[in-house]
């Protein structure tokens, strides 16, 4: 005969309804698994739309296009993503966040480095060197969301919705930095400043080779050690003179 002891035990899960603790172990083993089943297959179709849009724009892709570069069904972009717009966005939001705490995470240390006496050159160094360091750096993937970047910045749909809330921070703080060391700069120079270094470094990481069969091979769309401090040159020169001109 069982103990009385034990019987009691027995008839107390049934009553309880709950799973033996090997049981619980092991539904949440099943979930574990299964949620990072989730996240590599959103990865994986977060690496095929990143590198289709990066070539071709959102509206030269499918998501069609997406989910045969994906290996998976349309089902399950839909499932994950609702449509296109929303892999589009998931897709500039994965690396947003971390290009832009990196921008301001560098513009905050060479605030404080600098002692209060800020140059042109130490803050647009600042705000340009974390893209550089990952292009070189970043892999493929870190590449065609910069191209893709390139692209997005000259269409309607960038500067709005989610997005900006990544990106505006990071610029505000380029702004602050650029008026305690243009102080007699008009606020609008200092905006059309932003303008022109970011239409100058999206070209920069953009896929357009043009340069190398202009310069009969002197330069190279990719070398980017090259274009960091000739960049950061340029932008400089450009900003003193807004910044000063009457």
Excluded at 157 to 164: D, E, I, N, Q, S
Aim: aromatic share 8%.
């Amino acid at each position: 005969m069982p103990k009385p002891n034990a019987a009691k035990k027995n008839t107390s899960v049934k009553r309880s309804g709950r799973l033996p603790r090997r049981g619980v172990a092991d539904a949440a083993q099943v979930a574990s698994g299964k949620a990072a089943r989730s996240r590599k297959t959103q990865a994986r179709i977060l690496d095929a739309a990143e590198e289709l849009f990066s070539h071709h724009g959102i509206y030269g892709v499918s998501i069609r296009d997406i989910a045969d570069a994906a290996g998976v069904d349309t089902a399950l972009l839909h499932y994950h993503f609702a449509n296109k717009d929303g892999i589009y966005e998931a897709v500039l939001l994965r690396r947003a966040g971390e290009i832009n705490s990196a921008r301001t995470r560098a513009l905050d240390e060479y605030a404080l480095a600098c002692g209060g006496k800020p140059s042109i050159e130490g803050v647009v160094r600042a705000y340009l060197h974390p893209v550089f360091e990952r292009l070189l750096h970043g892999g493929r993937g870190f590449k065609n969301f910069a191209a893709l970047i390139a692209l997005a910045n000259n269409t309607e749909l960038w500067g709005g919705g989610t997005v900006k809330e990544y990106f505006d921070p990071a610029v505000q703080r380029l702004i602050d930095l650029l008026r305690l060391v243009l102080p007699k700069a008009r606020e609008e120079d200092l905006y059309w400043g932003y303008q022109f270094l970011s239409g100058a470094l999206t070209l920069s990481y953009s896929r357009n080779d043009r340069i190398q069969g202009l310069s009969r091979g002197r330069c190279r769309a990719n070398d980017y050690a090259a274009i960091e401090p000739r960049l950061v040159e340029w932008c400089v020169a450009g900003l003193r003179a807004l910044g000063t001109r009457h």
